[in-house]
């Protein structure tokens, strides 16, 4: 719940223009309350929220990291050094160095790219596909939504790192080929969730009145139901982009995601932690909290979102 | 009553001479950080036994009324002044036990929607036997005492709806259910806010009777709440009418209604069609302007901006309750001249009349529509031959279930008729789909549907609804669009401020208004209204029954006009189709239709709907409700509620054909209409004519 504000407005009903002829020009026959207002107010309410204000703090700290973290990290995130390999932290190398001596901190900074690079575009392409499958699906329902949902069903039985994994495997690993496999499989997901949205909305006059109006599939599907079921979009792939994150470090962890020595988080908790063992632990633990950070802060501003969008 | 002898009747001993007592109460909603005055200054008081009606259209206050008395308003709400004393306590003065003693023996409260109102996971039975649990009952003897309760309020199969989910029951049954809870701890005070509402006119009549008939086995109090204005006069002894969170006239409900004192009561009354009004007898009147927001009239009369009396003293002294007779108050300077309220809207109205020579615009021959429900056929739809003329308005007339909208959608092309069915669009057949229809075609034909919200898109902006409408059916784009976007909202007397607004911003009346101007963008021959007034105020449904009547005749559109309220049919009606369980059992003028002979099942119909005026009148009792139309009863379709039935059987074994019995006047009915006639007429004289 957030605080400060009461949802609860008393039951009262503007009037109407009651006597069309005769009623004064400056009445006020509309609610005094224009869609800008109502924008500002959940924007206000957002930004008064404290999980979002930590959540978009985290997140703006590794947006910065991925645009210019070569220029301000202490090190260069891919110089080898053999003399100083596996220092603990220190004043020097603040999360120290790992096996072959390169600065942890300057690898956690620096690895932030790609993932804040494939993670969005993956959930996007995702988003925009399961959309348009999901708002298929709830519009003309029948033996179209009988199949996709089918295939959904069984695409979904499966952990979605598995199936990435399997498809990452077939094609080689590729920035691109990461996009195409996390936003082919999230695009399932949010099909379904779109679907159950539309199917609220179908049976609504609006639609009648539209295929009144001779309007086109395409058009009932994108400009009457889109703008109405945007709400719970917006909270899936706010969802969705932690999700995304995360099976982009699992895969790199795997070895099928961003390969070394370009930093990575996953990839470098992959190779750091065998040295775990012998006490070397800052080498994986650093980029390990760098992914629960970002996953987390993500999370936080999702669940802010919908927060204000629910009410 | 061996009812309730459990419960302690102790505490009642000695009763005050009033059950409630409501003295100068004001409530406020704390908004935004700011007190908002929803009741300001509201007294009165209810006797023992007596029926007390508070009318008033929405946002007046009576639902908050409801809630302060019970002490169930919700959490930003207070009591900021006055008083609520019920049987000589003041229920703002208990500690959280006694107010739960006091809410579970001394007041009972009825709602809306009694689908709402029940658990939908737990079985009715184990509902009902909760109240008397509460008391203290054991719980097989409590299940015992629910089966008399139910079969107290007259639930044929008592056994049957315990063991039911609320889903399974009708709302009219479920409703009875929550009557008898509310009864059950025989309260001093039962609240009935808006019982009937969602229920059908049938089915409303006999809740209502119930109602009567327990308040006075019961010994009760009644607080009724309710828009309803007929439903109140039948109901009330008095009544107070409620106007932007004051009452602004209180007294005995038959003098209240006949002779109203204060200017809002004098328009309200003027905004129903009835005593047989008629579209060509005149508009109906209405109020101007608009409901203010709560704290915005400060000084002065609330209502004195939209009354035609009202002058400087009105804006600046705020009236007192003037005592305008023994027992009647009404909170105006003026009201000895609020019977002489000037219209807000004028009569004078020349409507053409349809012509009736023309070729239809819309033939319909066998149209029937069936549905596959799970391996069920259910016929909503059956043989309907009708023909509409143009710039005529065709009434549908029935309960719900009769298949009035399905017929609708079937004209349209939203639903695809039965093979064998025809629609004749000015003598072309047309596509049984929509999507197979013509760009002319469907110009041709559009609806206005009974709930706004449901028909406007809410992420568009007025302007974009309208304009899209015109694009696609007038075909017309750029400046010319623009230009007839301009006219469209001012014929529907709606301003050019409005357009950049989206429907949630818009009050009911508003966003019913830009449906119509949507449905109008086409000018199309044909028009569909789907109850569009039921979701709306009655001073707010009279501004858009003139619309319509006016609209219809400067555009010579047909209209097919589907209502449960018969006062609106008939006001704006030139034939009528009576449907039963998707058959046409009576079809004529509305003239005919309405003034008789009747089908036995018109007649019924008729005779549910409670007068304004409060004159008891005999009922035609329609008992039970209608059947599923997946099981439809042999013979006569109707004969299972029948109340004429023939002894002979023959209604039983063979239905009877839709004929023509008179020139124009069609039935489906055994009994020949003479017959009818003569029988209708000997239970007329057995009652007091009602004008």
Known sequence: MTAGTDPRVPPVAAGDAGGAEGSPAGAAGALDVSVKQVRREQLHQLVRSKPFLVGALILLWWIVCAIFGTSFAPYSATAANIVSTQLAPSAAHWFGTNDVGEDVLSRVIVGARDILEIAPLATLFGTVVGTTIGLAQGYLRGAFDMIVGRIVDAALSLPTVIVAFLFVVAVGPSTFTLIMVIGFVFSLIIARTVRTAVLGERDLDYIAAARLRGESVLHVMFVEILPNVLGPIIVEFTVRLGYAIFTIATLSFLGFGVQLPTPDWGADIAVNSNYLAAGYWWETLFPALAIASLVIAINLIGDSIEAVLVQ | ?691
């Open chain 2, 1 to 691: 009553m061996t009812l309730a002898t459990s419960f302690d009747q102790t505490a009642v001993v000695e009763q005050p001479p009033t059950t409630l007592e409501v003295n100068h109460l004001d409530v406020a909603y704390r908004v935004r950080g700011n007190d908002r005055l929803a009741l300001r200054d509201v007294s009165f008081s209810i006797g023992r036994q007596e029926s007390f009606g508070l009318v008033g259209e929405s946002g007046c206050g009576k639902s908050t009324t409801a809630l302060a008395i019970t002490q169930y308003l919700p959490r930003n709400g207070r009591l900021s002044g006055g008083s609520v004393i019920v049987n000589g306590q003041d229920p703002a003065k208990m500690d959280k036990a006694s107010l739960r003693r006091f809410r579970a023996r001394t007041i009972s409260m009825v709602y809306q929607e009694p689908g709402r109102a029940l658990n939908p996971s737990i079985r009715v039975g184990r509902q009902v036997a909760e109240v008397y649990e509460i008391a203290g009952t054991k719980r097989h003897e409590a299940l015992a005492r629910a089966e008399e309760l139910l079969r107290m309020v007259q639930i044929a199969d008592p056994g049957r709806v315990l063991h039911s989910y609320p889903h399974q029951l009708s709302g009219g049954m479920l409703q009875r259910v929550m009557i008898a809870m509310a009864l059950a701890s025989e309260p001093s005070l039962l609240i009935l806010d808006e019982p009937t509402t969602a229920l059908d006119a049938t089915v409303e009549a006999e809740v209502l009777d119930l109602v009567s008939s327990l308040r006075q086995r019961f010994q009760t109090s009644v607080l009724f709440i309710s828009h309803n204005l007929a439903v109140i006069a039948k109901m009330c002894d008095r009544v107070g009418v409620m106007y932007a969170g004051e009452l602004v006239e209180q007294g005995p409900a038959r003098e209240v209604f006949n002779n109203p004192r204060h200017p809002y009561t004098v328009g309200l009354l003027r905004c129903v069609p009835r005593g047989g009004q008629r579209k060509d007898h005149g508009r109906l009147d209405t109020i101007p302007g608009f409901l203010p927001g709560p704290g915005e009239v400060q000084v002065g009369c609330i209502f004195a901006r939209r009354c035609a009396l009202a002058d400087q003293r009105c804006l600046e002294e705020t009236p007192p309750m003037y005592e305008v007779a023994p027992g009647r108050t009404a909170r105006c300077h003026y009201h000895e001249r609020a019977p002489q309220l000037p219209r807000a809207t004028p009569e004078d109205v020349q409507l053409r009349r349809p012509g009736s020579a023309e070729q239809p615009v819309i033939r319909l021959r066998a149209v029937s529509k069936t549905f596959h429900v799970r391996g069920e056929h259910v016929r909503a739809v059956v043989g309907v031959d009708l023909d509409l003329k143009a710039g005529e308005t065709l009434g549908l007339v029935g309960e719900s279930g009769s298949g009035k909208t399905t017929l609708a959608r079937v004209l349209l092309g939203l639903s695809v008729p039965d093979a064998g069915s025809v629609i004749e669009l000015e003598g072309s057949p047309l596509a049984p789909e929509c999507t197979k229809r013509d760009r002319k075609q469907l110009q041709a034909m559009q609806i206005v549907f009974q709930n706004p919200d449901s028909a406007l898109n809410r992420r568009h902006s007025v302007r974009h609804i309208i304009t899209r409408a015109l694009n696609k059916l007038a075909g017309l784009s750029g400046q010319a669009c623009e230009q007839r976007l301009l006219e469209i909202v001012r014929s529907v007397r709606m301003e050019e401020r409005h357009l950049p607004l989206r429907p949630y911003q818009l009050s009911g009346g508003l966003k019913q208004r830009v449906a119509i101007a949507r449905a109008f963008a086409g000018a199309p021959r044909v028009l569909v209204c789907d109850e569009p007034t039921s979701a709306l105020d009655v001073s707010v449904q009279a501004a858009i029954l003139n619309l319509l009547a006016d609209l219809q005749s400067r555009e010579r559109v047909t209209y097919v006009f589907i209502s449960h309220d018969l006062g609106v049919v008939r006001y704006l009606s030139d034939s009528i189709a009576v449907l039963y369980l998707g058959r046409v059992m009576q079809y004529g003028s509305a003239e005919t239709v309405f003034s008789g002979p009747h089908h036995p099942y018109t007649e019924s119909l008729l005779s549910a709907v409670p007068s304004l005026d409060g004159t008891p009148r005999e009922r035609i009792r329609l008992t039970g409700e209608i059947p599923s139309a997946a099981r439809s009863p042999s013979g006569c379709v109707f004969h299972t509620r029948c109340p004429r039935r023939l002894a002979n059987g023959l209604c039983e074994s063979s239905e009877p054909a839709l004929v023509e019995v008179e020139p124009g006047h069609m039935m489906r009915c055994h009994i020949p209409i003479a017959e009818l006639r003569s029988m209708q007429a000997s239970d007329a004289a057995r009652q007091p004519k009602i004008s």
